[in-house]
T-cell receptor, first 113, second 110 residues
Framework: KAGVTQTPRYLIKTRGQQVTLSCSPISGHRSVSWYQQTPGQGLQFLFEYFSETQRNKGNFPGRFSGRQFSNSRSEMNVSTLELGDSALYLC????????????FGPGTRLTVL | DQQVKQNSPSLSVQEGRISILNCDYTNSMFDYFLWYKKYPAEGPTFLISISSIKDKNEDGRFTVFLNKSAKHLSLHIVPSQPGDSAVYFCAASASFKTIFGAGTRLFVKA
C-alpha cells in the first residue's frame, strides 16, 4: 500500500506570493490533517478535512486555507506569503479521524524569501 | 499557549542505556496520548500510544507511562540503540484536535 505523498517536496517563493501544496492520502483513508513544523514550535495543527469538509481548525490566520476532493486528496493554500511562513508543511492521513493513528507524508519544505 | 510541552529540546544517551523523554500537558480534556518519531527528511511515524484509562503501555523496547494527576507522560527506551537517534514528538488528543509538542532530539552515542 502506497504511503502518503506530498508535492512538491521543496518550494521557494517570495513575500506576497501565494502557494498551493498537495497531499494524497493512503488509499481508504478519509481524514487528512495538515501541520506546520518550525524549529522550536513542534507540529502546529492547521486543519483537518473529512469527506470534503473542514472538521477542525487550528489557530492560523485566514491566509491559510485548504480543501479536500472527493477522492480524499487535499490541497493547502497560503496566500500573501510572509517570511514567517517558511516551514515544513506536513500532511497526515488516517482512516476516519485524527484520533486514529496518523500516517505522515514526507512534507513540503517551503522557503519564503 | 502551549498545551503540550516537551521541555528538553535535546537528550544524549549512551548506547545500551535507558532514554527517558518527558512530556507535560495542561488540558485535562486530553484522553489519548501518542509518541511519534521523526528522522530527517521524513515525516513523523507513529511509535506508541496510551489511553487515559491506563498508566502504562509497553511495546518491545518502548514503554510509555502516564501520570494523569501530574498531567505528565514519559517515553522510556531501553536499551537505547544508535538507530533510535531522531526527534521524538509527544501528542495529546481529544475530540477537538491533536496537539503536538515541540519535540526532543535524541542522540544515542555508540
Amino acid at each position: 500500500k502506497a504511503g502518503v505523498t506530498q508535492t512538491p517536496r521543496y518550494l521557494i517563493k517570495t513575500r506576497g506570493q501565494q502557494v498551493t501544496l498537495s497531499c494524497s492520502p493512503i488509499s481508504g483513508h478519509r481524514s487528512v490533517s495538515w501541520y506546520q513544523q518550525t524549529p522550536g514550535q513542534g507540529l502546529q495543527f492547521l486543519f483537518e478535512y473529512f469527506s470534503e469538509t473542514q472538521r477542525n481548525k487550528g489557530n492560523f490566520p485566514g491566509r491559510f486555507s485548504g480543501r479536500q476532493f472527493s477522492n480524499s486528496r487535499s490541497e493547502m493554500n497560503v496566500s500573501t506569503l510572509e517570511l514567517g511562513d517558511s516551514a515544513l508543511y506536513l500532511c497526515a492521513s488516517s482512516l476516519a479521524s485524527h484520533l486514529d493513528e496518523q500516517f505522515f507524508g514526507p512534507g513540503t519544505r517551503l522557503t519564503v524569501l | 499557549d502551549q498545551q503540550v510541552k516537551q521541555n528538553s529540546p535535546s537528550l544524549s544517551v549512551q548506547e545500551g542505556r535507558i532514554s527517558i523523554l518527558n512530556c507535560d500537558y495542561t488540558n485535562s480534556m486530553f484522553d489519548y496520548f501518542l509518541w511519534y518519531k521523526k528522522y530527517p527528511a521524513e515525516g513523523p511515524t507513529f511509535l506508541i500510544s496510551i489511553s487515559s484509562i491506563k498508566d502504562k503501555n509497553e511495546d518491545g523496547r518502548f514503554t510509555v507511562f502516564l501520570n494523569k494527576s501530574a498531567k505528565h507522560l514519559s517515553l522510556h527506551i531501553v536499551p537505547s540503540q544508535p538507530g533510535d537517534s531522531a526527534v521524538y514528538f509527544c501528542a495529546a488528543s481529544a475530540s477537538f484536535k491533536t496537539i503536538f509538542g515541540a519535540g526532543t532530539r535524541l542522540f544515542v552515542k555508540a
